[in-house]
């Protein structure tokens, strides 16, 4: 199975920017930024992150607002804070052991440093095993597993396995599984190895000697995403497994009913109200806590429930602020991974500038005070969650600033 997987990797790989060589600062951020998110739309963010932040020590020294902007639309903002600890650790002294690899073309670990460095990742905030895995085979060459939703889905189908795969311990199975057949694959028996495999269309042996701890985990990533569909039918003529036969839901017909998965519980329905607060020039928003859901990310003034009219003029009013216009916009919803945001969204015109310029203002409550931002700086310089997409996209259309 293992050559034949990393053969089709390397005939029909996707071309993405970091895959253009090995480095293991771009392998973490590619890693962290798909999860949760397409590929797709992870490109550009990619692209920007790296062409701003472009050496772990860059996002180590990194103000937080700037690193927060350069995340907005990805969402689940713990990944980049995460991210930027792991990157002060990875640089401050304690961690000079894996500033090594992480800066430039990684140096490649001996036999004995296996262990160390996916045990130096692993101690990492925001890396878990998947994410060590990744870096350790693509970075690093080293035979190390990463089993994420693609591999849980394939080898669930390969192997006909009726476990839940959602359940930690058939994960670590599929791991301690993987890192065994990859251990014994990727050492000096390569040859017996894929003859045995595939004894019709043996590769040379110089084919079998460049084949990579990465090939195969990058093969199986691609392979979930192009091939073994999450949803709907799965395109098993094009596999290169289920054309010999090594898939036991193909042969029996079964591809459908893999893999296995426990019903997800419901998600918790929020109602929020949403207020477009401006003069014309500047929009009122606020810095969320610092702990928390979205975490010191940049806000509209939102509150629980659905408000009326009424309500809404009469909360501006005790922001001290002067109202002259309410207009109801569209309804929006946004799902969380386990909760869901109806919001009720509403225009308020102030009066024009209100003796104000941007700055903090509004200090009720005092320990979050609003501030007046232009359009400008919604732009460039305020993080705002993607939560409130819908209504900062309509920003442009309200304010010029």
Known sequence: MIPLICRWYREHRRDLPWRQGKNAYHTWVSEIMLQQTRVEAVIPYYERFLSELPTVQALA???EDRLLKLWEGLGYYNRVRNMQKAARII???AGTELEKYFSGAPEIPGRQEETEIVKALLVLPGIGNYTAGAIASIAFDLPVPAVDGNVLRVLSRVWGDNRDIMKQSVR???EHALEKAMRTFFSEEKTDAFQEDDSENAASAQFLENLLPGDLNQG???LGALICLPNGAPLCGQCPLGERKLCRA????REQEFPVKAQKKARKIEHRTILLIHDGEKVVLRRRPEKGLLASMYEF???YGILNRKQVLQEVKDMGMNPVRVRKLEPSKHIFSHIEWHMTGYEVLMEENEGRTTGCIYQ????SPWILAGASEVKTRYAIPSAYEAYASLLGRMIDG
């Open 61 to 63: 020294a990194c103000p």
């Open 91 to 93: 640089t401050d002294g």
């Open 172 to 174: 670590r199975s599929y």
């Open 220 to 222: 199986f990533m691609d």
């Open 250 to 253: 193909h042969v029996s017909g």
């Open 301 to 303: 003034p939102n509150y």
């Open 364 to 367: 009720k409550p005092a320990s």
